[in-house]
């Protein structure tokens, strides 16, 4: 068994003066979503004011992927702490451990189970219990494309991924033609689309739910106005019925979107509105 110290191969005297901060869901936001959109600002998360760190104390970031995942993700020593009032905001100062650690930034995945209510706990008694589960090739995106048949993704994992660094999914989408659905899951209704070369292919389609949540469609256009954005950031999601290399005709394209609106029947207990 491979222990997460002995790769980064603290001393016991570095462990007693080390903390490490369990980074999960709060309530509100899920943290390991911060992290596919930008490492960067997961970082907030971690050196948080909770009053907790001392100044020279190094802190190790692992964030929740699963029940018993954990991704670590940054290494710093805390180099001040700001006088600020407490819960106010980024409370300390720090130096991230680039030169020493960086290479395992994003790459660790961490076997643990957390039963212990602390957030917070000194590294010398969690460190044993540390498993390193997997060191992955690269840094974790959670958005290696899973083919054209299992694309189903929620607002917030389409956002990342139209606003983000996703190769293997730009690179599938840009020059696609499709039928897609949009999945109410409050309601369970559905809206049929589809983009072709003639209007725009999916990815370009696509950031347009994402700028604008209806798209132009008249039912969709009338949701966004009774519920607003956020109703659309927590209920929707996005799938391909069927996909097209660009060379498919456009017209089949429509034929087939007509098809799936009769068979989903999503004029009727839909958001289609022709």
Known sequence: MLKLNDLMRLSDDELKNTKVRFNQYNGEDNPIEEFKKSP??????????????????????????????????????????????????????????????????????????????????????????????EVLPSVFSGFDFPGYDKVSLTYAELETIV???????????????????????????????????????????????????HNGNEGLKELFKKEGADYFKKYFKYSILENFNSKVNSDFILEREAYWKKVLDTKKHGYNKN
């Open 163 to 213: 606003n983000g660094r996703y190769p293997s999914y730009k690179n599938a989408l840009e020059n696609q033609q499709a039928v897609y659905v949009l999945t109410d899951t409050n309601t369970g209704k559905l809206y049929v689309g589809s983009a072709t070369s003639k209007n725009e292919m999916l990815l370009s389609r696509w950031k347009g739910y994402i700028n604008t949540f």
């Open 40 to 133: 960067e600002k997961l970082l907030k998360w971690n050196y948080w004011n909770s009053q907790k760190y001392k100044v020279g104390q190094l802190s190790i970031g692992l964030v929740k992927m699963s029940q018993d995942e954990w991704l670590l993700f940054t290494v710093g020593t805390i180099t001040a702490i700001k006088d600020i009032p407490f819960n106010s905001g980024i409370g300390y100062e720090y130096r991230i451990e680039e030169d020493l650690y960086g290479d395992l930034f994003g790459r660790v995945i961490i076997k643990y189970h957390k039963t212990m209510q602390s957030q917070f706990p000194n590294a010398d008694t969690v460190m044993d219990n540390l498993i390193v589960k």
